[in-house]
Nanobody, 116 residues
Framework: QVQLVESGGGLVQPGRSVRLSCAAS????????MNWYRQAPGKERELVAS????????NYADSVKGRFTISRDNARSTVYLQMNSLKPEDTAVYYC?????????WGQGAQVTVSS
């Protein structure tokens, strides 16, 4: 079955960096676009970044453009989110996600808290 397992995150000071990883299994990873979403307390879940395959075209929310970078390693079936210049408003649970065969799949989420 499809599994998405995030790692990374935690408590980080404003202006610092953190990298999230998402290990995928149960499907042909290299054939599908991958996404990172986030959900802050009391807010709707929002799309943060996407990366296609095989051409690895990327898209970002305006709020993270220039600070976050999504990448993928198809040999390792892993997608990454490098987050730089973090701000308190980036505090959220970050979810790895993909859509295949008419269904959307989610990881369990990784908490990122940006605070001094």
């Amino acid at each position: 079955q499809v599994q998405l397992v995030e790692s990374g995150g935690g408590l980080v000071q404003p202006g610092r960096s953190v990298r999230l990883s998402c290990a995928a299994s149960g499907f042909t990873f290299s054939s599908y676009a991958m996404n990172w979403y986030r959900q802050a307390p009391g807010k709707e879940r929002e799309l943060v970044a996407s990366i296609s395959s095989p051409n690895q075209r990327t898209n970002y929310a305006d709020s993270v453009k220039g600070r976050f970078t999504i990448s993928r390693d198809n040999a390792r079936s892993t997608v990454y989110l490098q987050m730089n210049s973090l701000k308190p408003e980036d505090t959220a649970v970050y979810y790895c996600s993909t859509a295949l065969r008419g269904a959307r799949y989610w990881g369990q989420g990784a908490q990122v808290t940006v605070s001094s």
